[in-house]
Structures are given as C-alpha cells and as structure tokens.
C-alpha cells in the first residue's frame, strides 16, 4: 500500500534543526515516481517569486555534506548547509558555496563527444553514445574491461562494482587527489594494525581539552572539513570554563596551524619519532613501567633530529598529563613519508597511552555507513601504479573513468598520459573538459552534482551512520535564444549531459544477455531504490517509511537517512601499547637541498580551479589569488638572493616545476611548499590562462577541448616533481622529495589581497 | 505589555541615543573560532551576486569581496604567529557612519527602521569618497562591468549566453560600473524575513534567518541577530569581557563585536 | 593716498651718484607712453600675426586634446573607471590631482587681477588679463578633472539642486557639494570679471577689424562706445568684482581643500589644510604665470614693450614672498602632525619620507622652498625672464608633486595595514597630458581671438605716471586715480 503524502505533509516532517532555512524540501523537479498533484495546484518551483529548497549532498569532495539548494523558477541561486544532516549541522566550506560555478560554468561538456583523443572533435547524439558504451563493455573479455572512478559518487561506484562482478570484469578502482594528500590507506592501515578494524579512525576533536595535530589539516580540505571545523570550534569555546587547547607540528603553518596555540615546526617526516618522545616523557611524568611502543626512543635524540627543542617536549608532555581528554591527531604530509604509516601508529599510541580509545575527546572508529559491509577505502598511489602498468601491458582494453582526473590529480613520473597510449578505448564521463577528457577517445558527460541522483556514503566525520542523498535541484541549464524568423522565445537546453549510472543501464539493456541481467533495472533511480530497499527495516533511522517510493520520497526530501544515536565503535586499545613501533626518520628521495612540501589549496580544493569565484578566494595564509607560489623561508631565500615574486625552478629527481616566489615567514628554514590545485592545462577558461601577458576580460576564448589543444597553464601543479615513492600502506610520500630551487631570472607579480606594505612593512625602510 | 516596565533609557531622547549607540542588528565575530576558510567570503560572493574580477585587478586592490579575512603576522620564526588570529573585516554598519555625510547625492543614507547603513545603488555617481573616508576600507567599486564582459560567455548560435548568470540571486540587484557597493548584512534577508513574520502576525525570531556568512561559517564563528533585544544570542554574546570593537576610538559606533583570542 | 616720489621703481635711483648704475624710468612700461592708436595697433597685430610655428603647435594640440582628451575621456566613459589607476585604498588619484592642480592654477589669475587692483598694484597692469585667462581656463580643466573621476558621471546633474521628480536635494553635508557650488561661484565670478575688463579692448578690436573679426568683436562688445558714463559703470562693477572676488577665491580652495580635511584619513584630516591650499595654490599660480607670461614675450609680437623687467621683477617679488608663506604652512602641517604622535600618521610620515615616492617629497622640497628661497631675493634672475620662468615651471612640478603626495600618495597609509597598496596611474596620464593639452589650445586660440594684453589698462596707467620735472631731475610721479 503506498501512502500518498501530500505537500502539506512534507512541510512538517522536515527538521527545523538550527532553523537556518526555510526548509520545504520538496522533491526535485526531475522527481521520478511520486504522486503528483493535479495542474491546477502548480509544482513549486513554477510560483514566480517564491524559491523553493531541494536537500542534496555536496559533491566538491568525499565528506558528504548535506545541501539545500534555494532555486528560483529552475535556477539553483544559492548553496546553504542542510541542517539536518549529521555531518555539516547546515554548514557549508567555501568549496560548497562556490559549487554552483560549476553547474553554471561556461566550460562545461555541452554534449556527447567524439573526443579522439585531442585530434578530431566532434558532438554526438546521446543514442550513438550508448551504442557505443554497449559495444565497449560487449565487444571486450570482461577483464579486458576497466573502470577508473574519483571518490565520490557512491551509487555511480556501487552500480559499476555490481556490473563488474556480473560480468567478470576486475572491480572498479576507486582515486582522487585528496585521498592521495589525506593518506587514507596510512590511516585505515594503522586504524587496522592497531584497532583491529579497517577503516577510518574518527577524532572527537569537540570534546577534547588538548588537541596535538601531528600534520593532520583538519581545518583545511583533510577528510572532512566541515565536521571537524565544528568539533574545532567545540573545543575552542564550548565548554565555558575551559578553553580548548590545541598544537600543531607541521613544517610549515598552514592554515591549520596558524589556529594553533603552539605551532612547532619540525622537519618534515620526524613526525612519529616527535609523538614517540613525547610519549615516552608522558609515561615517565607519569610514572610506572614505559610502555613497549615507547621505549626504544631517546627523548634528547629526537628533539635533536627533528628540530623541537627538548624543553618544548617536555612541556607538551607535561600538558598531556594534567589533561583529561588530550587527543593525538595524524594526518597531512606526516603520513606522506616513507614512514608514514608507523608515524600513524606512533601517534595513534599516543591516544592509547592516554587511554582515550572509545571515550568523549578521544579517538573512534568511525562508523559505517548504512547499507555498508566494509569500509572500502580508495585505491593508495601504489595500487594506482598497479593499475597503469596493466594499462601499459595492453591488458586494459576499455577504460571507462569518470569522477577523476588522473593526467592531472596523478604525479606525472606514474605515466598515466602515456599508459593511455596502449588502452584502445577510453571513454570518459566527465562534467568537465579536463586534461583526462580531452584525451579521451570520447568524452560522455555526466550531470553536475545539482543535477544528479545518488546517495554519499559518509566515511568518517560523523559519529552517525549516515547514507546522504542526492537529487537534482535543476533539471538542466537552459538558455533563451530567439527565433529570427517568428521573433519568439524559446528555452534550450545548453549542456546536454545525462547520468552515467543511467547510460551504463541504458547500455547494458542494449547489449542484452548477460549484460542486461548484471542491471535489471529500468534507470538510475530504480537501482538507488534497490540499495534503498533494506533500509527500511533498519531501526533507529531518521525516518521511516512502509515502501520504496515512500522511502525514496523521504530520502531526496530530507537529504538522506541516517541513524540518530552515534554508532561510534569503541577500538580496543589493549594491544597497541604492547607493540613496539618502528621510529625512524623519513627517506627522501632525489638529491636537493630543500625538501618539498605540496599541500591541498584550501580553496581550491581538488577540483575548484574552473570555479571563479575559488579563484578569487584568497589563500588564508599567503592571500594570493589565481595563481600558484612556493613559500620559502625569508632566511633562506636571502642566503639564496631570491625575493618575492622571482620565479624559481624546482627540480626533483621526478620533474620540474616553476612558480614564483613567496616570502613565507612561517616555515621551516629547509623546507619549501607549494600548494596543489593549479596548474591545469584544460579545464576551462578559469582554470588555464590565455597567453602569457593575458588580458583576462578582454577575449572570448575558443574552447580549449574543442581544439584538444593544450591550454597555458594558469599556475603550476606540484605534482610534476613527485616521484613513485610510497609509504608503508602504498600511499604516496608526496611529502618525501628532495628537491633543487634556482632562479630563472623571471619575474611573476603574485596577486595578493593582503598589503605586502602594511604586511610585511616593505618599502618603509625597514624590512620584517 | 501592560505590567511591563518603561526602560527609561530606551525612550525619549536617551532612548534615541541609547538605540543610537547600541543599534539594531548587529554581529558578533568571534577571532578565536575563525579558522580562515574563506567559506564566508564564498557564501557572501554568492548570495549578492558579486563579481570576480580576475587575477590583475585582484592583486591590484579591485576585489570586490564584501567581506574579507585579514591576517597580520608578530613574531619571527620559529615563534612567529598570526597577530590575533585571522580577522573578518566586514562593513561595520556605524550608527556613526563617516561614510554617510561625505556623499554628494545622499546614495548611502542611514536607514532609521533597520538601523543599517545602506547602499543606494541607482542614487551612486561614484565619487567614491565614502570609500575613502571608510576607517575600515570595507567597500568596494565597480570598475567595470565585470559579470557582462565576453570571456564569460559562450557563443551559441551567434549569441552570447553568460551561463554564470544563471546563479544570480534576483533578490539582489547586479550592479554596473560606477557604483559603489559594501555588505549590506543581508538586508535582502532581513527584509524577507520581516515580511514573513508580518504576514504570519508576528515578530521575527532570534535565529529565524541569518546572514550568508554567518550561515556558512563551518565554525559558528559569526553571529548574527538583534542587538536591542536582550535575550537574542549577539546580544549576549557582545557583552562578553573578550569583546572589542575595532577603531572605536573613532567614534563610528560599529555594530560588530569581535571576541579576541582570549 | 598722497604722492610720493619714491614708489615702485626704485625711483631715488635717479637721483644716485653716477657709480650707480644709471636707471632710465622709460624703461618701465608706465614711464614709456606711445600714442594709443599705436599702442592699440601693436595689440592688434599680436593678436592676428601668426606665424605658420602657432599653426604646428596648435595642430599637434589639437590632436593631443581629440585623443588624450576627447577619445580617452570617452573611452574611459565607456569602459569604466578600471582603465584608470584608482583602486583600494587610493580611490582618488590623479584625476583629482589634477582638479587641485588646476584650481591652484586658476588662483594666480584672481589674485594678480583682483587683489593686485586692489591694493593697486601697478605693475599689474599688462597682464591681468593673460592671469585671467588662466583663471578661466584652469577652472575648465578642473571641471573635466573632477567629472572624470566620477564612475557615473552622466549622472552628474543630481548633485545640482534643482527641483527633480526624485524629491531629492543633494547632501550638503558633503565637502564634494560644498565644492561644486564654490567652483561653479568661482567659475562664473571670474569669467564675469574676465569679461568686463575686455568689453572696452573688444570695443578697441571692433573699431579696428573687419569681417568676421568684427562681427566676433561687434556682439561681443555690448555696443560699448567709451562714454564717461559707460566707463564709470564698467569701473564701479569692475570694483564691486575686484572686492567681491577675492574672498571667493580664498574660500573655493579652502573648500577645496576640505574635501581632504574633513575626511578621516591620517594625513588629511588636518585643520591647517585650508590656508595651506590656499598658499600652495597661489604658489603655483604664479609661477605658472610667470611661465606664461615668459611665453608670451617669446612668441607673440610687441610683447616685449607691454612685458618688461619690472613685471617680471614684481611677479618675481610676489612668489618670493609667497613661498615664505608657502614654506611656513608646509612645515607647520607636517611638524605638527609629527608633534601629535598619532600612530597612523607617523607610519605615514616615515612612508612619504622613506617609502617608495620619497623622492617627490624631497623635489617638492627642493622645487617649492628651497629654490625659490634661493634664487629669488636675486633682482637679477628675478628680472632675467627666462629664469623666473623656469623656476615658475620647477614650481608647478613641485606643487603638483604635492598633491600628488597628499592623494594617492598618503591614501596608501590608512588604519588597516591589509590593505595598503601603491597606486599606479594608468589613463590618467593620458587625460593628464589632455587637459594640459586643452588648456594650452584654448590660451593659444585666445591669444588669436581676443587682445591679450588690456591695453586700456596699460594706457590709463601711463596716463597717471610721468616725469615731472623737480629741480634739475625728472622724478617719476604718480597722480591719484579718482
């Protein structure tokens, strides 16, 4: 029996929560398979002059925060937090206020193309393209067949994982840049070696009173942001009669540590043996037998190695032990070292020594999300490197990739580009014309993340199992062109793009048999039902409903389902103690005086550089817009007679790269960074530059893809010097490289919104 | 109302000043929760339509952000830190604004029901001496027309379509060159939710709606409320002894409370 | 006022042993009397000689005044105001330099034409009205200097008070309306006292010209014949124009000058801003006169009769003393303001004195004070044109580097370190080099059209001077006007 619910109804099963939104969250206007009211009382996004909501998930990264969209009259205007969604409590980062540059981006994948690799451009219909798709998946063995996919889309994941297994091809192989930066194999690895669960630790940062941040950017883009920024916030200020109190150890501030109470830079990859000593001197304050996992470090030696002075170890160690709650966080480029993984461990025994396994302001496993099994993380740099040398064998015959952008996301010495070389058929799906697309043999665009359906699985940032929902808030980008000859108006859809998961149904019903039986469903919305279906008789959950379509009916308007009691898994932390961790320093590879430390832009995200108003965010900590720079310590940089603005090559024993030059008063005087997120060489008009002395207003550029030409790039992309050199949990250690700096003689004014006068008091005589 | 005390201070000319001095909406920006995120700036970008002007103009003191985040540095490495944390600089909507006398043609009056300082845009010739006599240099000029330039748009079938348009908010006007503009706190909202309460007989409600930098903010670092209303969240919170306003020695009278590091 | 017989030209020369060097009185303008048909005529030829030289300049003018002017006005109009240099924190740059620059220009013009009548001075007489026309001149430049500026300045005419379907009166709260109606008075008085001196020599034209010539000066002159009761008409209004002129002039730079005075920015606000102006505006507008008076003499027929040493000698006399005051206001703002220890305002005092436009405030220094101070207590280089003229240019630059510091210079410094950015001027050079362009053409088109020199003036000042015999020596004497 199906309930009818009336729009009346909605209204008041919606969650009030922190009454930031008016909150009529109807279905969508692509709504598929709900009641409708007759004509006569108008679907709402028709009222002129009244917005209506739609709840969906952001898709800038993997967190899973929950949106509402305000839209007018079919135009989403305005990205707001969705309230009741246990990850982001309403809030939004700068990455999910600007989303809706990239739904209404100039540069978007207007139809199916013929791509040919960069060569022969051509726009196709959407019928050619799913024949095309039908053939690819009939036509290939199905281990030949291989699908490359970014972190997000999780029903996109989960319908390609179950065609996959159908068909016998190699399951999907799951990437992105961030989950590169963020290291998750190194955490669910060391989450699994010492707590016995594979699958990602969650920090209880609101409820601790000590926060030690070894590396970890939590503030930044590292995991999820938002959630963390919240519990941040707690700690800071939400208990009245304690301010929280929190260290950083990075070798560079970043926007993370200048929030910090104590920032104590180190050299990079010390990390572990820095949480090691700190340890071993909260167990001597405290008195009783050392620990195994701390006792083969020598407190003097460390401080020596890595930098921080003796005095600040004791200090610290001191502040853990008249603590309550202090918590230990690893994260950042410590676990992008060769010794990552036992820095994970070495900082994870840290919470186990000061038993906050499972406790308010300590550590947790996080949850699963509904209808998981397991935890399944994304593929490490290592298993990347896998996989593209089964591209180079000539083994893959047909890769579809969708959701990443591997020439770009990847550091260069893995070879992708030139791996594409031996695959016969890559067909990409994405949104956008990046450099992975527009070397494509045909690019099939997916929705923006506002015009799609699916469901998030929440990994780590909420202490609820949460499944966040998406549903297209727009039904399309339109545009108004006029009819010469009748002088009328009419609304044509600008960008053609259809959803993946619907394209691959679509195709695998017309490649019959076998194909046809691996998704039995009549379109993306069916399949989202089918994984839906077992939620229902889950208890505890956000909502319920007796059916399906109720079910579904609930899920888009409130955003998704999740549990209302935390679900968080209390580790057992008896063994971890016991266990000696292996302390020692990092290995860098290459030769070079400096050693390189690229970070995740906090604007930019991964993927924000073709979203304008990103661009024009400043960096928090260097302020500069538009462009990429390498911050080097003002000692340093006078010793080498560079100054602001000179334009440097770095070399490393993988690439070069060149950027201009950012005085940078808060890092380690060995150390240089350089930000991740530009360098784009396609992508858009905002993402590349037009010419070296550019007039940015002035020109109506012509479509990079269609041309496959290779734009100039705006910026530069650090990944160009890292080399194939992992962790012990096959993580990149993109923090590993040893690099040269020279001056090129060039000059590129860096464009700042801070004062570099009234900053940094240049031209007043006196320099700081 | 009838058992309710006369507030003295709140009536008459003492009540003038009172509101004067104190005003009505107002915000509190707490500096030690501020993580920098720039999500404020973004949300604020967005939801009044402002223009992005591109990397020369950017670097050259054209940005038109509304809101911004300013760090100063003290110290030298390794002690070195950011001075106070990251500081929100927004338009401090002055109950003394130096802005308001200074222009020729009345385009930013103060408006006396929402206790704001406003920005007519249609009245604006753009002299730009407000700008100039802002002690917080918080607003910002159209020095083109950014949003209309050609190298937003795609050419199809021989017309320009500007597909970033598309996320304008029609409850904001899109400036032209020559006016000057600043954060308005969401006066658009404001008066929506005025309406709202109105049409439903009754009074707007503390936390009813918020600003766009407020409601982004994924550290609650900006509040945003009544601050005439004793029991309203930024009133309380203004009184907090970590509470400063910024150059009050010029006697603007900002409506923004920073809470400092304490 | 009595006669006395040692006035103005060193007259107790004459009676000084001969080791003095002999001082021949007809070598002042006063003592050198032609008949007037041919002082009239000498006039008349200056005005329409002109040589194929005047052609060339004018026409490279006039192409500089239709593209740096007219073109990269309207392109400005058109584009937007980002072509110019203005940002944040200096939303005023040179275009308001420019107005002030102007303004300062026009100052010189009054003053040698009022206040100079006024205290009746006589070495005034032939060249009020080549002041006058800077006046006029200058004051269009500053008009097109602050329209410029304007983001809509199509929309100018809201800051006039009229009677308008908006039911809105401009703010008179604000120093930029105070200015208008003080320019505008400005603009209007001087142009009418420009214009009264020049209905007798228009008269003079008319009854000397043909053709087109004569018709321009026919309708121009008002019918004027010369009568007693014409002239005493036009004296008493040249009188009431000559008084009521100069407190305009004072107060419109003052007003002026309170569009930065009355602001909050550290340097600006400071309350000795209005005569400051006032006396670097004077300061400027005679050395700008002195340059153009110096031109005229070297370009335009007879002028070397009607321009002698003794104007420039007394112009000189007069910019000497001014650049006392000038140099007393001067370092009366900056020590004071260095006195009062405010934090912003000693970061801008170590930015204009170390920071990267040092070097102007150090010229402005050296041009402004330094060399007058210097070289104009000198009768010689007083008396040498070409030198007074030079310094009279080094005085301009001085001055406009003056304004230069105070606008985009000290905007730079305000109480919000974040954003202190140096200001670079784009188009305004351009329009810069426009008005200077325009204004050269409309002097140089004036100098064709209407007499320069008001040789009615120079003759009844010749008519009060003589020589009268006293004993063995003729004594220069002056008789009392009415």
Redesign the interface.
Known sequence: MSEKISRRDFLKLASAGAATTAVLTGCGPASRYVEREPYTKMPEYTYNGLSTYYATTCRECAAGCGLIVRTMQGRAIKVEGNASNPVNLGKTCARGQATLQGLYNPDRVGSPTKQGRGSSVSPMDWDSAIQIVADALKNNTPSEIAFLMGTGSDHLFDLVSDLANAIGAPAPARFGALSMFESRATLSKAAENLLGQSAMPFFDLANADIVLSFGANFLETWLSPVAYTRGFAKMRRGNPKQRGYFIHFEARMSQTASKADEWIPLLPGTEGLVALAIGRLVAEAKGGATPEAFASVDPLEVASTSGVKLETLEHIAQLIVEAQTPLAIPGGAALGQSNGLSTAEAVLALNALTDNFGKPGGVFVSPLSPNEDAYHRPASALEITEFISKMKSGSIKALFIHGVNPIFELPKSFGFEEALGSVPQVISFATFPDETAIASDYIFPDHHGLESWGYQRVATGSMQPVLSGLQPVVNGVYYTTTDPDTGADTSELLYNARGTADVLIAATQLAGGKFAEALPFKDEVEFIQSKLVNLISEADGSFSAPEINTFTAYFQQHGGWWKKTAELATPSASSVLSKSVNAETAQFAGEGEFIFLPFVSPTLGEAGANKPWLQELPDPTTTVMWNTWVEINPETAHELGITNDDVVEITSEAGVVKAAVYLYPAIHPGVIAMPFGQGHTAYGRYATSVGVSEKFMDLVPTSQYVNGGKAFPRGANPADVLGAHFNEAGDLAFAGMKVEVKKTGEKQVLSR???R???YGE???EEH | MSNQMVDLNRVGAKGAIAEAAEGKWGMVIDRDLCTGCQACVAACAMENNLSFVGEE?AG????QHWI?I???WEGEYPGVKVEGGF?P?LCQQCGSA?CE??????ATPHSEAEQLNLQVYN???????C???C???VR??????YHIEPFHANLVTGQLVFPLHNQFNPDVTVRR????EKCTFCIQRIHSAQDKAKSEGREVEDGEFTTACAQACPASAITFGRLDHEESLVSQLGHVSRGVKH?EE?NTLPRVTYLEKG | MAVTSDHLYGAKKAHETHHEEEHDPRESLMYDPKPRGEMNQMVMESMTTTSWKFWVVFGILSILVATCFFYGWGYMIS????VAG???????GVFLVNTVFWIGISHAGTFISAILRVFKAEFRRPFTRAAELMTTFGLIQAGASIFM?????W??Y??IPIPNARQ????F?????WD?LAITTYILGSTMYLFLPLIPDLAMARDRSTGWRKTFFKTLALGFRGTEGEWRHLTIAMNIFAFAIIPVMFSVHTIVSW?FA????PGWSSTVFGPYFVVGALHSGMGAVALVLFIMRATMKHMDYFLRKEHFDGLGKLMMIVSFAYAYFFFNDYIVQWYGGDKWTD?LL??LE???MAWMFYQLILFNIAIPFLTLWNKKIRTTPWLLALIGFLINVGMYYERYLIIPVM??I?????????YFPRVEVFLTIGTFALFLWFYMAASRLIPLIPVWEVQEGQMVHSLRKVGKTHVPTVSEFE
């Not at chain 3, 203005?86 to 005023?92: E, G, I, L």
């Not at chain 3, 500026?149 to 300045?153: C, L, N, T």
């Not at chain 3, 305000?414 to 202190?420: I, K």
């Open positions: 919104l801070e004062s006068i009234g900053v031209g007043m005589g | 103009d050259y003191g054209r940005t911004r300013e760090r100063l500081q600089m130096p006398p200074v222009c020729p043609v009345f009245r604006c010739i753009g002299t730009r001496y700008a100039n006599n002690p917080y240099q910002s000029f159209n020095w083109r027309d060159r020559g006016v000057m150059l010029l | 584009e937007g105001l980002y203005v940002m944040r924190p200096s939303y005023w500026h304007m983001g809509r300045v929309l100018f809201w800051m809105l009166w401009p703010n709260h604000s120093p930029l309306m208008l569009d009355m602001a909050m920015r970061i170590h930015w170390e920071g990267p905007l730079t305000n109480r919000m370190p974040f954003t202190w950015k140096l």
